[in-house]
């Protein structure tokens, strides 16, 4: 474990302490295991200041979410606190009566996690949501917070399902600030932003920290975001990764039932809109689309424009109030349920939020093995073998497959769901930020398998991402999507020096 920042405080730390007002933050020899199993937290020493802003890094699985989490006193299911303490304003968290603890998660400390969307209740709006915790719930009140996290007024009578996945960030960390905490804990804030909004949520956090004094702590894979803002780096590494036997990555191609022309997938005049109480939003104006066979198309545009709602659609998950669809020439269902198995198994959806495919009952080797069966790719008595290799390929060592997506971070949640999407060895591959939660060696490392089997099996990618160096590097074509509106695809090589995501 490397820390950069202030180290483990000494007695005579202390004793000067006593002349000034206590740290917010302070973290002492703390080391986290699962029962009887692997380290998520190596021995970790720090102290956070008041109106500072600290920045947790290091690669996936390293420890950034568990040592946020710790800082509640909310260790991962079957977490165990090995050594150490966590003080909050001289609380020690992990010793508080569990009355104490609410109190203080309510009233001095926030946190808002990697899936916020997840924490937000999909029967409230959005501006209810902001009133249920706020210390001022009037319309005014909660009107200026959603305005402070660039929240447009229209989106308060919306429910979390008709956000997107940077819309729903936003409003939970305006649930967050409505409590008005000392302390502001922030699991990769930025993800899924487009570049204008992680600036101007980055110039919120300099505002809340150097304005009204808020100490804030956050993890971040956004080199960008870190130098921009932090005054303390904190660089976690996480344990030595296992060596991982050569294997080939070519895939079965299993026959197609038909000769059916190689057209690739096609939406044509697409409309999709959410009503709430007489609101409507249009998440899809007419909007056309084409990923033609062995190509990677990417999707970019603001957060809200409608990135997220067009691959549902393309995916089955949401079904328009207008448009068609075709796949190599063939009308395919708007919904999933009424698609063939064979449909089903060739186009697969990589969602930006990786809880949402990963059964939290099952053990990642079960959520993965789950298509093989389903589908019938390998022989029964083959598949613990392919969820190995499948693993493998995305850089997973084979004893996760016992464990739970609980016990993974962000990063390896999202590797075990893009997995899952390729156990069926699919021919339209449709990803919607899967690279959010990634370091950017793991990021190169899954972006160039997906590139493999687009040269080795002729598998079609439609990426959706914030990255432009990802889009320009690993796509031929992009769209722009902006307010709904699907604009013609340009060549994606000129994105990172000039196009605007």
Do not use: W
């Not at 006593?18 to 740290?23: D, E, N, Q, S, V």
């Not at 956000?163 to 409590?179: D, N, P, T």
């Not at 079965?252 to 959410?274: I, S």
């Not at 393309?314 to 698609?339: D, E, H, I, K």
């Amino acid at each position: 474990m490397t820390t950069t920042g202030h180290p483990a405080p000494t007695p005579q730390d202390a004793a000067m302490a006593t002349t000034h007002a206590p740290l917010p933050v302070t973290v002492t020899n703390l080391e986290i295991s699962l029962s009887n199993g692997p380290t998520l937290l190596s021995t970790t020493n720090l102290s956070l200041e008041a109106g500072r802003i600290a920045a947790l890094t290091g690669p996936s699985g390293s420890g950034k979410t568990t040592l946020l989490r710790a800082l509640i006193g909310d260790l991962p299911q079957g977490g165990e606190l090995a050594s150490g303490r966590v003080e909050i304003f001289e609380q020690d968290v992990f010793a508080l009566a569990p009355d104490a603890l609410r109190a203080l998660r309510r009233n001095r400390i926030a946190y808002v996690g990697q899936d916020p969307g997840s924490a937000l209740n999909p029967r409230m709006t959005a501006a209810r949501l902001i009133a249920e915790v706020a210390t001022d719930p009037t319309p005014k009140a909660v009107a200026a917070l959603m305005a402070q996290c660039h929240l447009d007024e229209t989106l308060a009578h919306h429910r979390p399902g008709a956000l997107s996945g940077g819309q729903q960030r936003r409003l939970a960390l305006a649930r967050a600030l409505a409590r008005k905490p000392d302390v502001l804990l922030l699991d990769e804030p930025t993800a899924g932003l487009d570049t204008a909004l992680r600036d101007e949520i980055t110039d919120l956090l300099q505002h809340l920290a150097g304005d009204r004094g808020m100490t804030i702590a956050f993890a971040c894979h956004d080199l960008h975001v870190v130098e921009t803002c932090a005054d303390t780096v904190i660089a976690l590494s996480g344990p030595a990764p296992a060596s991982r036997p050569d294997r080939s990555t070519a895939r079965r191609r299993l026959p197609a039932p038909h000769a059916a022309p190689a057209d690739g997938l096609r939406a044509h005049g697409l409309q999709v809109a959410f009503t709430h109480k007489g609101h409507t939003h249009e998440a899809l104006k007419d909007a056309d689309f084409h990923a033609p066979p062995g190509t990677s198309t990417g999707i970019i545009g603001p957060s809200g424009s409608g990135k997220t709602t067009l691959l549902r659609v393309l995916a089955g998950l949401q079904t328009p109030g207008a448009g068609t669809l075709t796949f190599n020439g063939q009308m395919l269902p708007p919904a999933a349920r009424r698609r063939t198995r064979d449909h089903q198994r060739r186009i697969q959806l990589i969602p930006q939020n990786p809880l949402g495919a990963l059964n939290p009952a099952r053990t990642v080797g079960a959520s993965i093995a789950r298509p093989l069966q389903l589908h019938r790719v390998v022989a029964k008595a083959h598949v613990p073998d392919r969820v190995r290799t499948l693993l493998d390929d995305v850089g997973l060592p084979e004893e996760f497959a016992r464990r739970y997506p609980h016990e993974l971070s962000g990063g390896q949640r999202q590797r075990a769901s893009i997995a899952r999407a390729l156990a069926t060895e699919p021919e339209l591959l449709l990803c919607d930020e899967v690279t959010s939660a990634l370091d950017p060696a793991t990021t190169e490392s899954v972006m160039a398998l997906l590139t493999r089997l687009r040269t080795e099996n002729g598998l079609t990618l439609v990426l959706v991402s914030h990255e432009l160096d990802v889009i320009a590097a690993h796509s031929d074509t992009a769209h722009h999507i902006d307010g709904g509106h699907v604009h013609a695809a340009v060549p994606s090589a000129g994105l990172s020096i000039g196009v605007p995501a």
